[in-house]
């Protein structure tokens, strides 16, 4: 059975910093494109940060220079590691795998920033 777990989430202050973790099981890691999204209060699940099986990367603009995206196909996990936390930034964080027709999504982390 293929399972993305998330992890990390949590509550801080605008400017601190987190990283989410993505751990993948039952998969074949290094063969899917991967993405965090993420889902506040009544808006609709945006994407955050993407990065392909090759390591190719890109970002929200809203995110650009903050964030990073990275992955370690040896321990079968996606990161992103956020800094300078904004109020803005609060939502349900979810990672996303995608091969081909093959589409898989973790059950979501939250992010809350706040003082």
């Known amino acids: 059975q293929v399972q993305f777990v998330e992890s990390g989430g949590g509550l801080v202050q605008p400017g601190g910093s987190l990283r989410l973790s993505c751990a993948a099981s039952?998969?074949?890691?290094?063969?899917?494109?991967m993405g965090w999204y993420r889902q506040a209060p009544g808006k609709q699940r945006e994407l955050v940060a993407g990065?392909?099986?090759?390591?190719?990367?890109n970002y929200a603009d809203s995110v650009k220079g903050r964030f990073t995206i990275s992955r370690d196909n040896a321990k079968n996990t996606l990161y992103l590691q956020m800094n300078d936390l904004k109020p803005e930034d609060t939502a349900v964080y979810f990672c996303?795998?995608?091969?081909?027709?093959?589409?898989?999504w973790g059950q979501g982390t939250q992010v809350t920033v706040s003082s």
């Open positions: 039952g998969a074949r890691f290094n063969i899917y494109d």
């Open positions: 990065i392909t099986s090759s390591g190719r990367t």
């Open positions: 996303n795998a995608e091969f081909g027709s093959w589409r898989y």
